[in-house]
């Protein structure tokens, strides 16, 4: 086998790897689509409603997602691509870094939040949208920068000055952004 007819094989190795763990294509769409159906249209506050059924991805957890959202100033629409990204609606779900429940808070971040068990779907949204909006005004607003910091620190963000060229990192803004921006529209009065 000569060199170029090795290449060939390695790139082809690689291309399967990627399509192996990339994200699958159902995760892809609308951010009602990839909520099934759980959602309703906008009510009159002004937030958007999600569907009840606990269980079922972020249904369960609208009125925290709501009340959060109010309390801190950020859109719940962003909150739920959030926790969707994060956890997929799991309060249970650890990661292998060790972020722990809807929105995958850090221990030394829950900890600095005043959170005293992240596994608690109250505790974890509110303190995982108080950092969002810490993040949003360290940003100056920019969401982009501030989920790019919620995902790889806001360090990193520093450090490169915008979003770091991380592939995790930079495939989880463009979900999220893909998420809230269908969101803002499907929800719009």
């Given amino acids: 086998m ?35 159906g759980y959602t309703q249209p906008l009510q009159p506050s ?3 409603q999600v569907g009840i059924g606990m269980g079922k991805g972020i249904a369960g957890f609208k009125e925290i ?40 808070l850090m221990p030394a971040t829950a900890k600095s939040l005043g959170v005293n068990n992240p596994f608690d779907p109250q505790q974890n949204v509110f303190a995982g949208t108080r950092y969002l909006r810490q993040l949003l005004d360290e940003f100056k607003g920019n969401v982009s920068l501030a989920l790019a910091a919620y995902n790889a620190g806001p360090n990193a963000v520093k450090q490169y ?16 952004m893909s998420m809230y921006r269908s969101a803002k529209v499907s929800t719009k009065v």
């Fill in 2 to 36: 000569d060199a170029i007819s090795r290449i060939e094989t390695i790139e082809s190795k690689i291309e399967q790897i990627e399509e192996r763990f990339s994200p699958p294509e159902q995760a892809q769409g609308s951010f009602q689509q990839i909520l099934s």
């Fill in 46 to 48: 002004g937030l958007p």
């Fill in 65 to 104: 997602i709501q009340q959060a959202g109010k309390k801190y100033g950020v859109d719940p629409n962003l909150i739920a691509a959030v926790i969707h990204q994060e956890s997929g609606g799991d309060p249970k779900v650890t990661s292998s870094a060790g972020a722990m429940g809807l929105m995958q």
């Fill in 161 to 176: 000055g915008g979003i770091p060229p991380y592939r995790q990192t930079q495939n989880y803004v463009r979900d999220i």
